[in-house]
T-cell receptor, first 114, second 111 residues
Framework: DTEVTQTPKHLVMGMTNKKSLKCEQHMGHRAMYWYKQKAKKPPELMFV???????INESVPSRFSPECPNSSLLNLHLHALQPEDSALYLC?????????????FGPGTRLLVL | KQEVTQIPAALSVPEGENLVLNCSFTDSAIYNLQWFRQDPGKGLTSLLL?????REQTSGRLNASLDKSSGRSTLYIAASQPGDSATYLCAVLYNFNKFYFGSGTKLNVKP
């Protein structure tokens, strides 16, 4: 099973809402990633978790709060977002941290902030 | 900041043609380079991963080459098919877990 799942597929939220994105993999991977992709742009790395610990935060605003409750699950908590945060949010995982191996991507959550 | 550039931005070819997509990077001290495919509104599918010590990788009709010294990689697609239509992204890994993506080449293969 080489699948990374993400829920929900689509999300519409107001600027005062609190919501969460969920990512799950059952491949035994120990590195998980959040990316943000604006329309017609390449993905941009947001966070990296290595062995369930946050190892990279690419200067992401605090209104995005990642969480890795266990080795299979990665959440992204959203609060007080801005319309410019509307994008496709992609989760990925790899067998080990360090980037030497293939990253497997989920289908993404398309977020619209009104 | 490291930069990754892909040329052309868009490409339209008739079915059956062989084609080459280009990726260039400014810093040659890479760990690896990966080619991905992205269908509209979807996630990324890994096509080929080339480690810094390798020169090329092949999978089916796809062949990717890497020339670190010149800062270039090419993705060769043989006998293109309409199903190959997608955006192709290259991503370069410079250090621990930091991928830099190119802006992609949007490929359209006409039946």
């Amino acid at each position: 099973d080489t699948e990374v799942t993400q829920t929900p597929k689509h999300l519409v939220m107001g600027m005062t809402n609190k919501k969460s994105l969920k990512c799950e993999q059952h491949m035994g991977h120990r590195a998980m990633y959040w990316y943000k992709q604006k329309a017609k742009k390449p993905p941009e790395l947001m966070f990296v978790y290595s062995y369930e610990k946050l190892s990279i935060n690419e200067s992401v605003p605090s209104r995005f709060s990642p969480e890795c409750p266990n080795s299979s699950l990665l959440n992204l908590h959203l609060h007080a977002l801005q319309p410019e945060d509307s994008a496709l949010y992609l989760c990925a995982s790899s067998r080990t941290p360090g980037g030497q191996e293939t990253q497997y991507f989920g289908p993404g959550t398309r977020l619209l902030v009104l | 900041k490291q930069e990754v550039t892909q040329i052309p931005a868009a490409l339209s070819v008739p079915e059956g043609e062989n084609l080459v997509l280009n990726c260039s990077f400014t810093d040659s001290a890479i760990y690896n380079l990966q080619w991905f495919r992205q269908d509209p509104g979807k996630g990324l599918t890994s096509l080929l991963l080339i480690q810094s010590s390798q020169r090329e990788q092949t999978s089916g009709r796809l062949n990717a080459s890497l020339d670190k010294s010149s800062g270039r990689s090419t993705l060769y697609i043989a006998a293109s098919q309409p199903g190959d239509s997608a955006t192709y992204l290259c991503a370069v890994l410079y250090n621990f877990n930091k991928f830099y993506f190119g802006s992609g080449t949007k490929l359209n293969v006409k039946p």
